[in-house]
């Protein structure tokens, strides 16, 4: 007598809890994927130096950096595209970020031995963006220890007092 097929049952997936930020724009806006930028990179935007256009330069070329051993190399009409501004001031905003130490361009070359998308290394952002570090983290503290204080009961009367 043939063994007659066992019946799969098919249980549901649970489903996930959605994240802050799918919360906020949505899942089907967050299925088109985000671009990780640091808060230290966007609170400290003056404090860099950057212009409105070099920032937004910037976290053009990060939207393409998915790895860490691959730095980005988008072709100058994506980023001509995605900005909407005029070749001379991509060009020379770029020059700029180079000079100041925020990125390295590497020419690339195409089989044929044309021109290919620059790579755009990140290394002097990262290094500038972690010498912040010390700044915000002092500033966190700063504000955490006032928050404690007007959250806690007392806590500026007691601070006031000497210890009992």
Known sequence: MA??????????????KLSSTEKI????????????VPNIMVRAQARLGLNPTQFNILV?????????????????????????????????????LEDA???????QYTAAG???????????LIRKL???VPDFDKEREERDESRQKTETPNA????TRPNA
């Open 25 to 36: 724009f949505g899942e089907a806006v967050m299925s088109h994927g985000y671009t990780g």
């Open 101 to 107: 130490g925020f990125i390295e361009r590497e020419q």
């Open 3 to 16: 063994e007659k097929p066992k019946k799969t049952i098919r249980r549901a997936k649970p489903k996930r």
């Open 114 to 124: 044309d021109f290919g998308s620059n790579i755009y290394h990140m290394k002097g």
């Open 130 to 132: 972690k010498k912040l």
């Open 60 to 96: 053009q070329l990060l939207s393409y950096y998915m790895e860490p051993n691959r730095p980005p190399y988008p072709p100058k009409r994506h980023l001509l595209k995605r900005t909407g501004i005029s070749e001379s001031t991509l060009k020379k905003h770029i020059k700029e």
């Open 156 to 159: 500026r009367r007691n601070l």
